[in-house]
């Protein structure tokens, strides 16, 4: 066995392992994200959801525990590793692994290249209620997408979220559009689309939403709880059910709701 | 079609071979055990009992699609991969499947740098591996046994079924082409160029006639090396 071949076998386990920790810290963050029950519809892209959370975070403990040992153990041992860069030291890992922002933020650090960390931040700067860092890493994650057709449902919605923050409606619908365009399957795109038309739609645009809405979803959107979405406080969207007793009235008729008329009631 | 330029293993060798991979799982179950933290100081031995398996692997797989490979760059990667899961296959062909599975999946990544990147010494250039593994198989299959394992021009026309002048035409031919594209590009160690196996145009007929196999540039008729 050749010292060379066992050192460029060092250094691509290490990569491996490192990379295996910026995906279990990903993985952590949306997980963490998915259990926060704060009004916020979080829809991340299945791909991201651990299969067994235990292990997940077993896992996480443990690659965290290896980098660091690895990283020590080559800096001691090898100064060459035959063509793998050695990845920079980890940071702490985050104590509360059921709070999403450090971990989405440890995940950014250790994958600055991939803009699924970079849209899981953003993600959470935003349920954070900071739309000056969400935006900082919605251009991180515009230049990290390109040319990624997989990634640009999730950019496109978290350009309408932020078009809505800063008021932009036209851009608002836009990018809504667009991202259901893409996915008429997806719940989340399908719901956003129509929150965003019932902020600040005309009623024929409302309507024309609601029937894209039930149509599109083709019933998985009915798995979205809509109705605490549409009434999520200190927004567009619930200001305008309040406001506008007509428009409440329209979307409890399309959407079935029945005699309860949660939304004009 | 080509046929498989390999015996399979006796049962003594299936057995003995079987027994060897019960040993190397050992030895990563053990590596496995060890605390996280202090696993770097056991690599070593875990990749003295796995590099074998991966190489041979490795050999399999460019043998059964005729693919250039950084072998020394694929082996530090898979070797990696197989250390960092929690369990390797109870079996060694089912390893073996798993490693090809690997190297496929990376080479039809276009975002992969596997098959694009320079190998160590000795081995082929990036671009000749971008060339050679973007060839038809078939092509491939005629380089990679003439030029990379040296059989001779008969043993590349049984093994492919293709009568051996046309073998030797389209060995040239093809080389030609790679050539013309990149006229920079060098023969990797132990490489054996097409250069004509069957002799200049005018004795192709004349050579053919006497031996189908055995032109004047043909001197090596004993297989691979």
Same mark, same amino acid.
């Not at chain 1, 893409?182 to 024309?208: F, H, I, K, R």
């Not at chain 2, 320079?118 to 250039?125: D, L, R, T, V």
């Given at each position: ?30 997980? &963490? ?6 009004g ?8 991201? /959801?651990?299969?067994? $959370? ?33 990845? $920079?030291?980890?940071? $702490? ?17 250790? *994958? ?5 960390? *970079?849209?899981?931040? /953003? ?8 739309? *000056?860092? &969400?935006?900082?890493? /919605? ?21 309408? &979220?932020?078009?809505e923050l800063?008021g932009?409606v ?25 929150c965003y038309t019932v902020a600040a739609g005309?009623?024929?645009?409302v309507?024309?939403?609601?029937? *894209? ?16 979405y549409l009434r999520r406080r200190a927004t567009r969207c619930a200001a305008r059910l309040v406001q506008d007793p007509?428009m409440a009235?329209?979307v ?9 008329? $949660?939304l004009?009631? | ?19 060897? @991979? ?30 074998? !398996? ?43 499947? !798993? ?75 093809? !080389? ?14 132990? @490489? ?34």
């Amino acid at each position: 066995m050749s010292r060379a071949a066992l050192l460029r076998a060092a250094g691509a386990y290490a990569e491996e392992t490192f990379r295996e920790l910026g995906v279990r810290t990903l993985q952590a963050a949306v997980y &963490a994200g998915l259990r926060r029950r704060d009004g916020y519809l979080y829809s991340p892209d299945p791909r991201l /959801l651990p299969r067994d $959370p235990d292990e997940l975070h077993r896992g996480l403990r443990e690659a965290w525990a290896e980098c660091r040992g690895l990283r020590a153990g080559i800096a001691a041992h090898a100064s060459d590793l035959h063509g793998f860069a050695l990845p $920079p030291a980890p940071g $702490p890992l985050p104590a509360d692994l059921s709070e999403p922002l450090p971990l989405a933020r440890f995940a950014a650090v250790l *994958r600055p290249k991939d803009p699924y960390a *970079r849209l899981t931040l /953003l993600t959470n700067w935003l349920r954070a209620g900071d739309p *000056r860092r &969400a935006r900082v890493e /919605l251009a991180h994650a515009v230049a990290l997408a390109r040319g990624r057709a997989d990634c640009r449902p999730e950019v496109l919605k978290a350009q309408a &979220a932020l078009a809505e923050l800063g008021g932009d409606v036209e851009a608002t619908l836009f990018h809504a559009a667009e991202a259901f365009v893409l996915q008429p399957w997806e719940p989340m795109a399908a719901a956003n689309l129509l929150c965003y038309t019932v902020a600040a739609g005309s009623p024929a645009q409302v309507a024309d939403a609601l029937r *894209r809405y039930r149509r599109g979803a083709r019933g998985a959107a009915a798995a979205v709880p809509v109705l605490p979405y549409l009434r999520r406080r200190a927004t567009r969207c619930a200001a305008r059910l309040v406001q506008d007793p007509e428009m409440a009235a329209l979307v409890d008729r399309e959407l079935a709701f029945g005699a309860a008329a $949660p939304l004009a009631s | 079609m080509v046929s498989e330029p390999t015996t399979p293993p006796s049962v003594s060798q299936r057995r003995q071979l079987e027994q060897e @991979w019960q040993a190397a799982l050992a030895v990563f179950r053990a590596f496995r055990s060890v605390p996280p933290a202090r696993r770097f100081h056991h690599l070593g031995l875990v990749f003295e009992s796995l590099s074998h !398996w991966i190489e041979r692997a490795i050999r399999t797989v460019a043998l059964r699609h005729f693919l250039l490979l950084p072998s020394e760059m694929v082996l530090a990667r898979i070797f990696a991969k197989a250390a960092r899961r929690r369990e390797l296959h109870p079996g060694h062909e089912a390893f073996a499947l !798993w490693v090809e599975s690997l190297i496929l999946r990376d080479l039809a990544d276009p975002t992969d740098e596997l098959g694009a990147v320079n190998g160590a010494a000795g081995e082929p250039s990036a671009r000749l591996q971008l060339h050679f593994n973007g060839l038809p198989y078939r092509e491939r299959a005629l380089l990679y046994l003439y030029m990379v394992e040296r059989y001779s021009l008969r043993e590349v026309a049984d093994r492919t079924g293709m009568p051996a002048a046309e073998a030797a035409a389209q060995l040239n031919r093809v !080389w030609d082409r790679i050539a013309h594209d990149d006229p920079g590009v060098q023969l990797p160690l132990g @490489w054996r160029a097409p250069d004509n196996p069957l002799g200049p145009p005018k004795s192709d007929t004349a050579g053919l006639r006497e031996d189908p196999a055995e032109g004047p540039h043909e001197t090596d008729a004993e297989g691979p090396r």
